[in-house]
């Protein structure tokens, strides 16, 4: 802690422009292929309890034949090599909930075997990111500091360098890391409105000590409650920054968006002008519809917490929530596999190219699935080599909406036994499904089988909050609880649980796997 707080003032200090952001990214680009054996040779074959180092040596694959691989088919061709091989993790192995099977030999894994061993952490964050084990994320002053170029030039496509920045976010340590990296090039936020703030005590008070630390070394604002059901004071916030003649740029999740953009139009004004810049969320056609209708633009990156921003979109999208892939930091490529519900999705296997991440990723999967694609856009940034686009990108595996993610094989255990017990019937009577209004507001449902009875509906909501409150014992899904119980997008539908095409009733359905 004292170390972050000593590293605070020199972080601030050095800014970068955005002509220097694209300078990084060419050298980054320029030396891919070193940054990646790089990384191999330190992370994995120079670190013992490397889960990656198990696989590799099961493929019989060393250090030289990696290098060979890289210098003849290039990154993502001696990825696609090891992957063939065995040499990937999928989301359950990532997290330490599943062995990894891989021919005759099972591997058993756990999530802090995949930590980066050669970064220095300088505070751990509850996250909203996709992270399954938040309270554990470690968030570095280095880290910000290298995903800045990658953001100085999504805010620079989008003409908000200099435009007054707006969070609208919940209150966790992990936003200290996001106001670092945009006051790295200069942006620094003129108002923070949190939705909510969740947790144990120790967690907040982390938190506030934290955000206290990073607000006075780079004089940013004060954080202010604005509650997701009460989005007005945010909409008019923004309104009166157009009447001052200054175009807003909002970083937000897409439903917190559609909220705010609902809020105006509900009082018929038009919120052209302001740019949304959003993540955490898949950005649906309804949402981006429904944020467009009110006048503003509705531009979408894409990342996890792990690892930071994996991509973001240029203004010459073809598809909704279509992202260029950072590609000095990160390789990626698809591979089959299935999802819950039984049917096989296109899962994103990602690879870091930087030092300084709090996770090792070799072909790891984060839970995301979606479309691949190399073509030239024709923007900038084709020019430094992001011809690397994803889109349609969901999760197959996490629930995530109002843009705070959980695990949802956490919910199990609440829905096949804790409900049945307290409520009646059995596995198979309760549901959870992601849905969205036709404005792209989440909706959470819980399926009850009407074989189980007479249900007190109110009562089952609230069992359900307060066992997800206390889940794992997670300040994050605590404050995931918090928010879902204040926007008041928990629904109780009696129906029989929808089966699989296979005719199993799986116990959650996200708004991908349906
Ligand atoms: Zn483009």
Redesign the pocket.
Known sequence: MARFAAGLPGYFRSTITADEAAAIVRRGMERRGEAFLELVERAVFGSPASPYRALLAHAGCELGDIKSLVAAEGVEGALERLHRDGVYVTFEEFKGRAPARRGSQTFFFRDRDFDNPWVGAHFSGSSSGSSGRPTRLRVSLAHAAQQAPHWALWFAAHGVLASPLIFWTPFHAGMASRQLLCAKFGQRAVKWFTMASGGSLKDRAHSVLITLMVRRAGRLPAPEPAPLDEPWPVAEYLLRLLDQDTRPAVNTSPSAAVRIALAAQDRSRSLTGVTFLLGAEPLTRARKQTIESSGARAVPCYGFSEGGGVGAQ????REDDEV?VFLDAFAVIAHNRPAGDGSAVNAYLLTSLRPAVAKIMLNAEIGDFGFLEARR???T??TLGWTTHLHTIRSFDKLTGEGVTFVGADLFRLLEEVLPRQFGGSVGDYQLLEEQDARGLPRYVIVVSPSVGAVDEAALREVFLEHLRRLRGWSHYALMADMWRQAGILQVRRAQPQATAQGKVFPFRTLAVR
Do not use: R, S
Request: charged share 10%; hydrophobic share 20%; aromatic share 10%.
């Open positions: 240029c203004p010459a999208p260029h856009c024709g923007c940034w084709d």
